[in-house]
């Protein structure tokens, strides 16, 4: 019997796990991508290389797209498609601290339809299919109900920028950050934190697993103009993610400033 596409992620991000900390803290090769696009270790490809084969092996009518494997039209004639970011947090990884992730996500006519977010060095596995609700650990979470003046939002400085809200007038929530997007999402998934957002392009190996985990633990979670996400586009970017309870939700997006999507 073929294992569900669920298992086979959570298969895969252990693997990955494992490749991963044989190289964490130990000063791996680091290169810059082409145009400021960020840094690369050898430990990202040697996952990359290592999900490829494997899962590409189980799955060979699935297309593929990955963080860093080179992308090209093949997977969009595809049914599915794996979308995977072989370490979700890179800057972190290289800095020595344990707040990255990898991120595994297999898409269906646009949506996700299961999401494995492992943090291996917090044996944290986050795992989602559709319809059938998060789990960290195999344990059922939920976001939070937090009013905003309770809030806790994770994001990046630049979009606590008073310009960016209406008013210029920040909401009035606590800022976090952690250094994986996926990461980020699942903390809002789980309940520990109570929004995220970011209003800049985001891409699609970023955000896919966690959003799914997100929705399936009754959250909100849209692009940054409010929209449903969509996945597998041609050029894999969606503008900005909003991800929260769904009263929070609403209310940090009407408290956003319309123009926020290009941010």
């Known amino acids: ?81 794996f979308v995977i970011d072989p370490i979700d947090g890179t800057r972190a990884f ?45 344990q059922t979470i939920n976001v939070s109900r937090s009013a905003i003046d309770q809030a806790r939002v994770l994001a990046s400085k630049p979009n606590f920028a008073p310009a960016l809200w209406k008013g210029a007038t920040l909401p009035p929530f606590q800022q976090a950050f952690r250094s994986s997007l996926a990461y980020r999402l699942c903390l809002v998934a789980q309940g520990r934190f109570d929004a995220m957002l970011t209003l800049r392009p985001s891409w699609e190996w970023d955000i896919a697993a966690g959003a799914l985990i997100v929705a399936e633990a009754r959250g909100t979670v849209t692009d940054a103009r409010g929209l449903p996400l969509m996945f597998n586009n041609a050029h894999p ?23 926020r999507a290009n941010h």
């Open 1 to 81: 019997m073929r294992e569900s596409d669920l298992t086979l992620l959570v298969t895969a991000a252990r693997k990955a796990g494992t490749i991963a900390t044989g190289y964490f803290g130990k000063s791996p090769q680091v290169t810059d991508k082409p145009g400021g696009a960020g840094p690369v270790t050898e430990a990202d490809l040697a996952v990359d290389l290592m999900l490829a084969d494997f899962l590409r092996d189980k799955r060979p009518d699935y297309g593929w797209l990955s963080e860093e494997s080179q992308d090209g039209p093949a997977r969009l004639s595809t049914a599915r498609q």
């Open 94 to 138: 290289i800095g020595g601290t344990k707040d990255w992730s990898h991120s595994l996500a297999i898409v269906e006519n646009g949506a996700v339809v299961a999401a494995a977010v492992y943090l291996p060095l917090h044996d944290l596995m986050f795992t989602a299919a559709a319809g059938m609700g998060a789990q960290a650990n195999d």
């Open 237 to 259: 970017q969606v503008p900005g993610v909003i991800a929260a309870g769904n009263d929070l939700h609403a209310d940090i997006s009407a408290r956003l400033e319309p123009a």
